[in-house]
Structures are given as structure tokens and as C-alpha cells.
Antibody, heavy 120, light 110 residues
């Protein structure tokens, strides 16, 4: 079965850092672009970042530029989101998702989500 | 990178059809046939329902269909069923490898 299993998250202070991980099983992560999407409590989905299949290109929403870094280790079949200088408004459930084509958003497989709570 | 505009809620009786609109701009929905739709139940991850405006992934019932006209994409659910009650989100490619989501629509089955 193809699946994405997320880890990381939790409670972090304003200005702090946290790293989310997303491990793929049942398929080869290196064959796909990957995407991070977040959802603030009671709010809608928001695209956060994309990364090319080989990691050569990374793209993110303006509100996280300079603070969040998406990366991947195709040997470990894993995707990461390093979140630095966190703000209260970054509080959300973060999902990783597989983008099955490079003409997306064809997000056909999703992780279970990881809650990041940023508080003082 | 403004969010696409969706109605906050739509409702219908079992067996009826409902349509959810998703309005963007000439920079996103209007420029690309890369609009997807996702279904989300409370506390669950989204599910991929429609891609490339009109295409259905394997396993998605043909009661779900997508279309687009100009800057507005639409999702129609025909033969509404109780299990269709969920939140629905559109998402469009916006150029430069950027995606933009709609605000979400709650579908209520009366």
C-alpha cells in the first residue's frame, strides 16, 4: 500500500524551530514532486511548498520564505520541512502530499498530518 | 497569491445535484487547465477527487464531475448521498510552480 507517514510537530515557542518528516512507503519518493500543505485550526487548506523530484527546485508561499526550508532524502525515501523563526500564525496541521505529475496540483496521496502549535 | 473564492456552504437533499464554484483570476484558474478538487472529512486528510479540471482518479465515483469556464472552475456532485457531506476545496496551478487553494465549501446533505 502506498502511504506517507508523518512525524514531528508539537508545541513550540514563538521564534523557535521544528522539523517535520514524511516517510514514504510502497512507492519510490524520488519519482515524484512533493508538496506541503497546512491547515490552521478551523480554517481552510493553504499550499506551503513544493520540491522537485530530484530536489533541484524548491518553491514556497511568500509568508514562509526565509523561514521554512523543504528538503528531501530520496535514499531514505523521506521528505522534510524545517520550520524556523516560528510565528503564532504558523499554528496548523501540516500535511505532506505526493504530486503524481509535474503539472499539478495532482496531490493523490497524503500523510496523516502533524500538528504544530506555536505559542508563547 | 490570493486564495480562490468558493461559497462557504451549499446544501441539497439526497438524490439532488449541487455545484460548487471556484473563482480565481486570469493568473491561475483562467490560465491553466490544472485545477484539482479535494474532499475532506473533519479531522482527516484531504482526498483527491478531480484533477486537470475534469478528470477523476481511479475509485472516485462518476457522480463527481468538474468543469471550467473562464476564471471559474466548478465541481458538481450528482445524486447526492449522505456520505458526500464534507468540506470541498479547489486548488489551481498559478504559474512558477505555485499552487493556490480555495477557502473551502461545506456541503450539507439535508
Amino acid at each position: 500500500e502506498e502511504q506517507l507517514v508523518q512525524s514531528g510537530g508539537g508545541l513550540v515557542q514563538i521564534g523557535g524551530s521544528v522539523r517535520l518528516s514524511c516517510a514514504a512507503s510502497g512507492f519510490t519518493l524520488g519519482n515524484f514532486w512533493m508538496t506541503w500543505v497546512r491547515q490552521a485550526p478551523g480554517k481552510g487548506l493553504e499550499w506551503v511548498a513544493n520540491i522537485r523530484d530530484d530536489g533541484s527546485g524548491k518553491y514556497c508561499v511568500d509568508s514562509v520564505k526565509g523561514r521554512f526550508t523543504v528538503s528531501r532524502d530520496n535514499v531514505k525515501n523521506s521528505l522534510y520541512l524545517q520550520m524556523d523563526n516560528l510565528r503564532a500564525e504558523d499554528t496548523a496541521v501540516y500535511y505532506c502530499a505526493r504530486d503524481y505529475s509535474d503539472s499539478g496540483p495532482d496531490l493523490d496521496c497524503w500523510g496523516q498530518g502533524a500538528l504544530v502549535t506555536v505559542s508563547s | 497569491q490570493s486564495a480562490l473564492t468558493q461559497p462557504r456552504s451549499v446544501s441539497g437533499s439526497p438524490g439532488q445535484s449541487v455545484t460548487i464554484s471556484c473563482t480565481g483570476t486570469s493568473s491561475d484558474v483562467g490560465s491553466y487547465d490544472y485545477v484539482s478538487w479535494f474532499q475532506q472529512y473533519p479531522g482527516k486528510a484531504p482526498k483527491f477527487m478531480i484533477y486537470h479540471v475534469t478528470k477523476r482518479p481511479s475509485g472516485v465515483p462518476d457522480r463527481f464531475s468538474g468543469s471550467k469556464s473562464g476564471n471559474t472552475a466548478s465541481l458538481t456532485i450528482s445524486g447526492l448521498r449522505a456520505e458526500d457531506e464534507a468540506d470541498y476545496y479547489c486548488c489551481s496551478y498559478a504559474g512558477n510552480y505555485i499552487y493556490v487553494f480555495g477557502g473551502g465549501t461545506k456541503v450539507t446533505v439535508l
